[in-house]
């Protein structure tokens, strides 16, 4: 047997027991916040301790076959399971209060690949199975019922591949206006890493099903070393998402409605009063502060300030405070004109210089030193 094969798939068997027992025990504070992340990673750990006994039976024993063949059972099962464990992961941390339609799409997903891997054994049972090493043989046993199904299930996985991204579309848009809504500054909240590992998974789920009709020893090694980085790189970022729930929580956390007099009052008032509130108290100068602190601070309900901002001002929260910011940063800039870009960042409330020159450019049209520039020569 290839020596580098075996290696490649010790390494495999090996990182995936390991990462599967991390994530099966790794504590996770009991919040109904996290119950979707709680159970996804549960669901990961299983399929990593999965794949680890699935490899080592099919190294140990000899199992592997690297004869091709179109539309071959095993390989459609595992793109397909492998699809829905980490968008549903994946989607769990956009959307950590997920809907009763999206949870039950994925459920009908599992009902499905389960029904398919219960046909596909009895019909192994009564029929055996058919190869269908090339396009001839294909059409030679489409009649078969093992053929049907397993046509049938590799179109349910090319359309289960377009209802994810259709989901994981909407769920990070909705993640990250979530975030808009809520906080001053979202760099640093955002979960970059994520739509890369979406794009892999899918991009890996395809290579495998390729893999059945042009296998070798050499892809199997390249398609197996992309896992082994793919599940280190998931499950390392997947749990470190436990560190920065605490932060991310308050925007996704239902509103409560304040039934207080001055909210009755804010609703009959023009927002231009609360807005000068706010521009005179400089409130929105304190770095992080968030749309809670604000609406504290007006003593009203968070969701009554969202759609004050929303409607009257028509941006999202993150906006609309670094727009106010970069106002007071301009008129910084000119009443101290030796004053730094890093201390106007601060002054204005922002914890990143970077972050204040992207947010400078975006609203001008020009960096900070460009336009302090334009103003003072």
Not at 96 to 105: A, E, F, Q, S
Not at 179 to 190: G, V
Not at 225 to 243: E, G, M, T
Not at 254 to 271: C, F, N, Q, V, Y
């Amino acid at each position: 047997m290839d020596l580098v094969y075996v290696i490649i798939n010790l390494i495999f068997i090996i990182s995936s027991g390991i990462l599967g027992l991390i994530l099966l025990v790794f504590p996770i504070p009991k919040a109904d916040f996290l119950k979707n992340y709680s159970f996804s990673a549960k669901i990961l750990a299983s399929a990593y301790l999965l794949l680890s006994l699935a490899n080592s039976a099919v190294l140990f024993w000899g199992l592997q076959d690297f004869k091709a063949e179109l539309f071959k059972f095993s390989g459609i099962f595992v793109s397909a399971s492998q699809s829905l464990i980490f968008t549903y992961g994946l989607v769990s941390l956009l959307i950590p209060n997920l809907g009763r339609r999206t949870k039950r799409l994925f459920l009908v997903h599992v009902s499905v690949i389960l029904m398919a891997l219960i046909g596909y054994s009895v019909i192994f049972i009564f029929y055996n199975d058919a190869n269908i090493n090339n396009l001839q043989f294909f059409r030679t046993n489409f009649n078969h019922p093992a053929v049907l199904l397993r046509l049938a299930f590799f179109a349910f996985y090319l359309y289960q591949i377009l209802i994810y991204i259709k989901i994981f579309r909407k769920a990070l848009r909705k993640h990250q206006d979530s975030l808009a809504d809520f906080f001053s500054e979202t760099p640093k909240l955002k979960l970059s890493w994520v739509k890369p590992a979406f794009v892999s998974a899918l991009i890996i789920g395809l290579l495998a099903i390729v893999y059945q009709t042009v296998p070798s020893i050499l892809f199997d090694n390249v398609l197996t070393s992309a896992l082994i980085i793919y599940y280190i790189v998931f499950a390392l970022n997947f749990i470190n998402y436990n560190k920065i729930y605490e932060t991310l929580e308050p925007a996704f956390l239902d509103t409560e409605h304040i039934d207080t007099e001055p909210e009755r009052l804010l609703k009959k008032a023009s927002w231009t009063a609360y807005r000068q509130k706010i521009l005179e108290s400089k409130i929105f100068l304190k770095e992080g502060i968030t749309l809670v602190e604000i609406a504290q601070y007006l003593n009203v309900s968070r969701t009554t300030l969202s759609g004050f901002i929303n409607s009257e001002e028509n941006r999202n929260f993150n906006t609309w405070i670094n727009e106010m910011r970069i106002e007071e940063a301009k008129k910084m800039m000119i009443s101290m004109p030796n004053g730094t870009i890093s201390e106007i960042a601060r002054k204005t409330g922002f914890s990143e210089q970077s972050n204040f020159s992207r947010q400078f450019k975006q609203i001008t049209g020009e960096t900070p030193s460009v336009w302090k520039k334009s103003q003072t020569s």
